[in-house]
């Protein structure tokens, strides 16, 4: 009986340390590139609605591209917005905001590269290409 626990126990402990080994931690990059998108994503359900107070038309666009050095302005102007602070949904979306512009300027600022400092690409977002089939 001691020996099928003993066996038990090497399986559990191997299986745990390969689930382990491949579960790489996330790196500076992938955090930022998919908070990213979870808040343009956030901005885009906020935006579209029924339920939505009216100010959020107000608010300034958030699409978002990291690649962008004007990602940073951007995000700043976007949490210091003075409307819709009655609206919940809009605080979550700033505090998001507020988290990866953190990131970007202290815990990323050496590892990310800015491709452009294109900041109208942040105001008119392209559209992704339509697959025809």
């Not at 699409?63 to 819709?84: Q, S, T």
Request: hydrophobic share 45%.
């Amino acid at each position: 009986k001691l020996p099928a626990m003993k066996m038990l126990l090497l399986l559990v402990a191997l299986l745990s340390a390969a689930l382990l080994a491949s579960a790489a931690p996330p790196t500076c990059y992938s955090r930022v590139l998919s908070l990213s998108k979870e808040i343009t994503e956030s901005f885009k359900e906020l935006q579209t609605s029924k339920t939505v107070d009216s100010c959020v038309e107000a608010l300034p666009r958030l699409y978002l591209d990291i690649h962008n050095y004007c990602v940073l302005a951007k995000l700043r102007d976007f949490v210091a917005y003075p409307g819709c602070d009655r609206v919940v949904e809009v605080n979550e979306l700033k505090e998001k905001a507020r988290s990866l512009y953190t990131i970007l300027i202290s815990y990323c600022r050496r590892d990310l590269v800015f491709l452009t400092d294109d900041c109208n690409a942040l105001e008119i977002p392209i559209s992704p290409p339509i697959e025809h089939s």
